[in-house]
């Protein structure tokens, strides 16, 4: 599957040049209630999923992707107000897990012996977001964390032949010049295609700006 990483020019560039791209922790997400898309009224169940996102938050981490970079409420938001860059990356579906959309908080229980909750429903919580974020449509790709290698705390996931950087699109406002960024894949032997993206003239739509991206072909 083509999927799409938003993120500013720097570590956009930073990513192609190191051939890698940053995994988040749960506790480093927009969205509060990452791992707590459950009715929380209970003070027990409260203190219980609490815990259980901390715990995960020290073993698991994800990437974030959307399955489309035409969406310009993505570019607006993660992107650096269309200044930044998408990384289009091909990786195996059996990998990736898409995101549940839901309208409301779940109702569940806890486990009665261990008083924490059951397996299946943290592996749902993982991929539940409420049903407003849908714009984003996006999917998730899970890595434990090792500590050993993390750089001032952060971690990092290496391209492969099973995460392959295959395209890099640069926002409306981007300032990096197309014949630049060819350039540097051309260093790391990369065929990932470069192009130029642009605001649609005609619908709310970031889209290819094939002039742009012609011009600097030639």
């Not at 929380?40 to 994800?62: C, P, V």
């Not at 407003?132 to 449509?137: G, L």
Request: net charge positive; aromatic share 10%.
């Amino acid at each position: 599957m083509r999927v799409f990483y938003l993120t500013g020019a720097q570590y956009g560039i930073s990513n192609i040049a190191l051939r890698r791209i940053k995994v988040s922790r749960f506790s480093e997400l927009n969205d509060p209630f990452e791992l707590l898309g459950v009715n929380l009224s209970d003070k027990a169940k409260r203190a219980a999923f609490r815990k259980t996102k901390e715990e995960l938050d020290e073993s698991k981490g994800l990437i974030c992707f959307t399955r489309s970079w035409k969406n310009p409420v993505l570019w607006g938001h993660y992107a650096e107000k269309h200044t930044g860059i998408a990384l289009g990356l091909d990786i195996p579906d059996h990998l990736l897990v898409p995101v549940i959309y839901s309208k409301r908080l779940l109702d569940v229980d806890l486990h009665i012996k261990s008083g924490k909750p059951p397996k299946e429903l943290v592996d749902r919580l993982i991929r539940t977001k409420f049903y407003d974020w849908k714009y984003e449509s996006e999917v998730r790709l899970f890595v434990g964390l090792d500590h050993k290698t993390a750089e001032g705390g952060r971690y990092f996931f290496p391209f492969s032949d099973e995460v392959r950087l295959a395209e890099v699109i640069l926002g409306p406002k981007c300032d990096l010049p197309v014949d630049g960024v060819r350039e540097l894949l051309r260093s790391q032997n990369s065929s990932a295609n470069v192009i130029k993206a642009r605001i649609a003239f005609s619908r709310f739509e970031v889209l290819e700006n094939q002039a742009a991206t012609r011009a600097d072909e030639a």
